[in-house]
């Protein structure tokens, strides 16, 4: 059965603690965690579904963009971000807002675990 929204799985918490923020005693080290727990567990370049408008990003719900790399450390302090191909050029979009298409099960896994953290209400300082 599906976890509901806000629902904890303590599957997917015990793997988040021991796999991308084990040892993080701050926030710059949780993040730190998180970018290379994802940097390492996503299968880039992927296809990318919009499944959330965000103000600071382009996308439109449903939108197909190349997800290429990780943003920059620094555009990761407070959030995970990801570059993508859009309009010719690169920029970077929230990794929550990402959803990935025909990716591999580590692929899935990892930003479905960013997913669950952001939905959980945890912040990155």
């Known amino acids: ?38 940097q390492d567990k996503i299968g880039f370049p992927f296809q990318g579904k919009c499944i959330l408008e965000r103000k600071i990003s382009p996308l439109k719900l449903k939108e197909v963009v190349d997800v290429i790399e990780m943003a920059p450390t620094d555009d990761c302090e407070q959030e995970m971000f990801v ?20 990716v591999d099960d580590e692929t899935e896994e990892a930003i479905a675990d960013w997913h669950y953290w952001m939905e959980q209400g945890y912040q990155l300082g």
């Open 1 to 38: 059965m599906p976890k509901r929204k806000g629902q904890k799985d303590e599957e997917r918490e015990e793997r988040i603690a021991m796999e991308a923020i084990v040892d993080a005693y701050d926030p710059e080290e949780q993040a730190m965690g998180w970018y290379y727990y994802l």
């Open 83 to 102: 570059v993508i191909r859009w309009m010719e050029r690169e920029l970077a979009v929230p990794l929550v807002q990402i959803e990935g298409v025909d």
